[in-house]
């Protein structure tokens, strides 16, 4: 089990669902969070967790800055960031259809929320001597999810950060991980859809599924991975294929001069 004492940990989206969750399972690991959400149920999740609550939306620049400042501020430090806050586009299935507005939404809070967290933590985990940050992503993050579109686009968004972040991160101390889970039983997929999902017998997750992933994943040691989460399953990380590689004479399987040397974010290109 992982040992938190001591460890400051920050989540975003943890008035509810996933974060909530994790915030918790952190909290009785011995850690002292803080809860990021743009909804204000975020403040009774703190006070019973013994942590602090910030109000605020994680699409906004500054306000990821300032969450980041005051967690710092105020609990001491930063060792972990859950980067989790979400919503879907699910009336922007079809894309002739998708309105400026719904397109924007998602945008600003699955993958700016992610990018600016990120960017505020960074230099926060380093001023602690290193860290480690967790992404909710999801499966739609590695598989087409014709449901709705420009959510799997967030999701394969997040996943492409996380797998290129490792090489600048390591020498800072740092690991990135994503977590990726199937279908969870919270308020994102609502009450009509879990029932349909029950009376199928398709089996869902439950928010504490992904708190134990995310435990197990800042325990593992591993930086730039991704972590599919399934029901009756143990997590692990995905394995990715490589990619085809030149075929060219002379140039077989030849990566870009500055990618030469295998980063720790997955195998490059297969040879010829
Ligand atoms: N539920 C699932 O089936 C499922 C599956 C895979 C991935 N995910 C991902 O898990 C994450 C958490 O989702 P959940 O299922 O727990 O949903 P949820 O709706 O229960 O929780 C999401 C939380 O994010 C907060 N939030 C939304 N926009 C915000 C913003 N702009 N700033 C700050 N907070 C904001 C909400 O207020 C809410 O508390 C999301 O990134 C979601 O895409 C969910």
Redesign the pocket.
């Known amino acids: 089990m992982t040992e938190m004492t001591g460890k400051v940990a920050l989540v975003?989206?943890?008035?509810?669902?996933?974060?909530?969750?994790t915030a918790t399972r952190l909290a009785v690991l011995g850690a002292q969070v803080c809860v990021?959400?743009?909804?204000g149920?975020?403040k009774s999740v703190a006070d019973d967790l013994g942590g602090i609550f910030i109000e605020?939306?994680?699409?906004?620049p500054d306000?990821s800055a300032s969450a980041v400042l005051t967690c710092e501020s105020e609990l001491g430090g930063l060792d972990v960031a859950h980067f989790?806050?979400?919503?879907?586009c699910t009336e922007g299935a079809d894309i002739a259809a998708l309105t400026d507005e719904q397109y924007r939404r998602i945008m600003?809070?699955?993958v700016d929320?992610v990018v600016f967290g990120i960017r505020a933590a960074v230099p926060a985990l380093e001023r602690r001597g290193g860290g480690s940050i967790v992404v909710?992503?999801?499966?739609?993050g590695l598989i087409g999810f014709p449901v709705d579109p420009i959510?799997t686009l967030?999701?394969h968004a997040v996943v492409g950060l996380v797998r290129s972040l490792p090489e600048q991160l390591t020498p800072k101390g740092i690991r990135i991980n994503c977590?990726?889970?199937?279908?969870?039983?919270?308020?994102?997929?609502g009450e009509e859809a879990i029932q349909m999902f029950a009376e199928s017998g398709f089996p869902?997750?439950q928010?504490e599924d992904?708190a134990d992933a995310v435990v197990r994943i800042l325990g593992a040691g591993g930086t730039g991975e991704c972590w599919p989460v399934q029901p009756g399953r143990d997590p692990e990380p995905y394995q990715f294929r490589q990619v085809p590689g030149p075929r060219t004479e002379g140039a077989e399987g030849m990566r870009p001069p500055s990618l030469d040397a295998q980063g720790p974010s997955g195998p490059g290109p297969e040879g010829p």
């Open positions: 975003t989206g943890g008035a509810s669902g996933i974060g909530r969750a990021v959400d743009v909804s149920d975020g605020g939306d994680v699409g906004d306000f989790n806050a979400g919503v879907t600003r809070v699955n929320g909710t992503a999801s499966l739609a959510y967030t999701k977590v990726n889970p199937g279908i969870v039983a919270t308020p994102l997929v869902l997750l928010p992904i």
